[in-house]
C-alpha cells in the first residue's frame, strides 16, 4: 500500500480538481495502473486485415505483458501469453514450408520449445532424460480477445463487459459512417517524455486549442464542441461545415467529425471515409510511446487521395504542438510546486471523467489522506 498524499475522490464536474502531481511522475502508480488498469480493460491492438492468413500474427505488449496474437483458423483469432514457461522466452509462429503440410507452431526464439495455437506444449528439445518432465503440463496462458467493427481487441483479465456492450452506442451514432469499410493505410509512432495521462488530458480538453493550435483553431469553431460521458467512453462531436472546410484549405467532405476516447488508452478520430486509432501507452512513469494508425473507406479515391495528404500534413504540425505542451507540463508536475488544480466545468467534462475512471480503479489500492 503507498501513502501517497492523493486527492483520490471522486470529483464533481461543476468542481473538479485535478489530480495530484504523484499520479504523473510515481513508478508505484505506474506499476499499479498496470496491473489495476491496462490488465483489466480492452487494448486495441490492430485490424483483421493485418492477420489475414492463418498463421499471421500481431505482437504487443500490454502493461507489463508482452502479448501474440496469431490467426489459427480462418474465422479464429487467439490471443497468448508471449513468454516461454521454460525460461521466459518469446515466441514467434512458425509455418511449415509445404502448405497444409503441418499446421503451424509457436516456436521459442531462445531453446526453440514448440507450442501449439492453443499454447499446449508440443515439443521440447533434448528434454527426454530430464526426470519428471511432461510437456502436458506446459502451457501457454490465453487472453481474450474480440473483435469490433474489424478492429482486435485484447483483455489479459476477464473482462467486466463484452467489448460490444462497452462499445454499443458508437455504430448507429456515427451514421452514416460505417467503421467496417475502413482499410488499413499506415502508422505513425511518437516516443515523446511525459506521462501517459499527460496526453490523455490533453486531448480530452478543447481548451487549449487557441493557445497551442493557432493554426487549428482558424479551422474549427472551437465554441461548436460538444461533450457527452459515457460509462467507458467520453464522445467529443462537431459538425463540418463543408463551405467553411473549403475556404480554409481543407477537406472533410459533409457531414460529422466524431472523436471517441475509451478508456483507458484509446482514441477513435472518426471523419467521412476516414478512421484514426490512437493508443497511448506508458514506456515508464515520464514516457508515452503514441501509436497512430490511419484507415480510410476507399483507398483509391481521388476524394480520399485528398484526405491522405492533408491528414498528414495537418496531423503531423498539430501532434508537434501537442507533444511540446505535454513535455513542459511533465516538467511543471515534477517540479515539486504543483498542488492539484481546480479544472474548468466548461472545457474540462471529457478531462474530469478521465480522471474519475483512473481514481475509480486506483482508489481501492491507494490509502489516502483527506
Ligand atoms: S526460454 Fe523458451 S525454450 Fe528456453
Ligand atoms: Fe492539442
Not at 521454460?86 to 514450408?97: D, F, Y
Not at 508440443?122 to 481474450?144: C, G, I, R
Request: charged share 20%; aromatic share 10%.
Amino acid at each position: 500500500m503507498h501513502n501517497l498524499n492523493l486527492h483520490l475522490k471522486q470529483q464533481p464536474l461543476d468542481h473538479a480538481y485535478a489530480l495530484d502531481a504523484a499520479f504523473y511522475r510515481d513508478n508505484a502508480i505506474l506499476a499499479l495502473e498496470n496491473q489495476h488498469i491496462f490488465n483489466s480493460q480492452w487494448q486495441l491492438v490492430g485490424h483483421t486485415s493485418q492477420i489475414q492468413n492463418i498463421g499471421d500474427q500481431l505482437t504487443i505488449q500490454i502493461g507489463d505483458l508482452p502479448v501474440i496474437i496469431v490467426r489459427k483458423q480462418k474465422d479464429e483469432l487467439v490471443a497468448l501469453h508471449n513468454v516461454c514457461r521454460h525460461r521466459a522466452g518469446p515466441l514467434s509462429v512458425e509455418t511449415s514450408r509445404v502448405e497444409s503440410e503441418k499446421p503451424p507452431v509457436l516456436r521459442c526464439q531462445y531453446h526453440g520449445w514448440s507450442y501449439d495455437l492453443d499454447g499446449q506444449l508440443k515439443t521440447a528439445p533434448e528434454m527426454q532424460s530430464t526426470k519428471d518432465f511432461n510437456p502436458f503440463e506446459h502451457h501457454l496462458p490465453k487472453a481474450n480477445l474480440e473483435i469490433w467493427q474489424n478492429l482486435i481487441f485484447v483483455c489479459i483479465q476477464k473482462p467486466q463487459k463484452t467489448l460490444n456492450e462497452m462499445l454499443k452506442g458508437i455504430a448507429p451514432q456515427i451514421k452514416p459512417i460505417n467503421l467496417k469499410t475502413m482499410q488499413f493505410h499506415h502508422r505513425d509512432e511518437y516516443l515523446i517524455n511525459c506521462n501517459w495521462k499527460v496526453y490523455m488530458d490533453n486531448y480530452l480538453e478543447g481548451y487549449h486549442l487557441p493557445h497551442v493550435h493557432p493554426g487549428l483553431s482558424r479551422l474549427l469553431d472551437y465554441r461548436q464542441y460538444t461533450t457527452k460521458l459515457y460509462d467507458d467512453y467520453s464522445y467529443q462531436f462537431s459538425p463540418l461545415d463543408n463551405q467553411q472546410n473549403n475556404n480554409a484549405g481543407i477537406y472533410y467532405g459533409e457531414g460529422s467529425a466524431h472523436y471517441y476516447t475509451i478508456f483507458p488508452n484509446l482514441m477513435l478520430n472518426i471523419l467521412p471515409g476516414r478512421l484514426q486509432t490512437n493508443v497511448i501507452l506508458p514506456a515508464g512513469a515520464n514516457q508515452t510511446r503514441i501509436i497512430f494508425d490511419y484507415y480510410y473507406s476507399d483507398l483509391h479515391s481521388d476524394n480520399t487521395q485528398k484526405l491522405i495528404e492533408q491528414d498528414q500534413n495537418f496531423s503531423d504540425e498539430v501532434q508537434q504542438e501537442d507533444i511540446e505542451i505535454c513535455e513542459k507540463v511533465q516538467l511543471g508536475l515534477n517540479s515539486g510546486s504543483y498542488i492539484a488544480g481546480p479544472l474548468c466545468e466548461k472545457r474540462e467534462q471529457g478531462l474530469v471523467h478521465f480522471q474519475n475512471l483512473i481514481r475509480k480503479y486506483l482508489a481501492p489500492v491507494l490509502t489516502y489522506k483527506s
